[in-house]
């Protein structure tokens, strides 16, 4: 099995967001994947899916599903992160105040998405982030 | 606890809800919160329930998410019908209440709905 699916995430777009993680959840659930297991894919997509929207400019998540492997990539096209150690700690948040209103910028996001996953990979520069995510289906 | 035993406590309204079965799960925990962030973090039990005041998409998809397929909205809260429209779409039960978080929170835990442990 090797399947790729890939959406476009839209800066600002709250209407939107989530529908993405949410296809991929009713995907993930359709070809037999643990409830645990698309839980902690899915917790990480919507995290990687929220960001893009409220933090970047626009971008792209991508998930590539294969026999025993399920890799999850977020590209997006800037501003970056301008200390990723310091959005790594819990509690950080450069969110505004409309965000927090929407019930998001908690500064929990990264360090979920590092928590839920196998492995956790993040590269940030002004054109933009990318974070890599992957977990082992057992 | 059981969808018809919670609408009655809370004196609430079912605003959405699955066409089939809708007493046959027991909820057994809750988590309230209007933070989506803390709940994403939290929230890793089955058979839970969502009670928040945050009256949006995000706690829909939160919910989605997190395989929580009941929430409350505390506040008196009045939904959107794009939410309710999203909430029918995923079978999810919808139920509003005037009462606020606390008070709802403190009735459910009175009757046995145990908290998460974080």
Redesign the interface.
């Known amino acids: 099995m090797n399947i790729k699916f890939e959406f476009d995430i839209y800066h600002d777009d709250?209407?939107r967001?989530?529908?993405a993680?949410?296809e991929i959840?009713k995907y993930l659930a359709q070809i037999g994947l643990s409830?645990k297991l698309i839980?902690k894919i899915?917790?990480s997509s919507?995290?990687a899916e929220?960001n893009v929207v409220i933090h970047s400019f626009g971008g792209k998540l991508k998930i590539e599903i294969e026999d025993n492997h399920i890799s999850l990539t977020s590209v997006d096209t800037g501003p970056g992160i301008e200390n990723i150690d310091l959005a790594l700690t819990e509690g950080y948040s450069t969110a505004s105040q409309k965000v927090r209103e929407?019930?998001?910028?908690?500064?929990?996001?990264l360090?979920?998405m590092k928590?839920n996953s196998d492995t956790f990979e993040i590269e940030s520069s002004p054109k933009g982030s990318i974070v890599k995510l992957s977990w082992v289906i057992v | 606890m059981k969808i018809i035993d919670i609408v009655q406590l809370i004196e609430g309204k079912l605003l959405t809800f699955p066409n089939q079965n809708i007493n046959e799960k027991e909820y057994l925990k809750a988590f309230a919160c209007d933070l989506m962030s803390d709940c994403l973090a939290y929230v890793n039990v089955d058979n839970c329930l969502l009670i928040t005041g945050l009256a949006n998409q995000q706690a829909l998809r939160t919910a989605e998410m997190l395989d929580i397929d009941c929430i409350i909205f505390a506040r008196g809260k009045k939904l959107s019908k794009e939410m309710l429209e999203l909430a029918k779409e995923n079978n999810m039960t919808l139920i509003a209440t005037q009462y606020t978080l606390f008070e709802v929170s403190g009735l459910l835990y009175q009757a046995g709905i145990l908290a998460l442990k974080i």
Do not use: D, L
Not at chain 1, 102 to 109: T, V, W, Y
């Open positions: 709250y209407q967001a989530g529908s993680s949410s959840k409830p839980r899915v917790i919507y995290e929220m929407m019930g998001f910028g908690a500064g929990m996001g360090p979920n928590k």
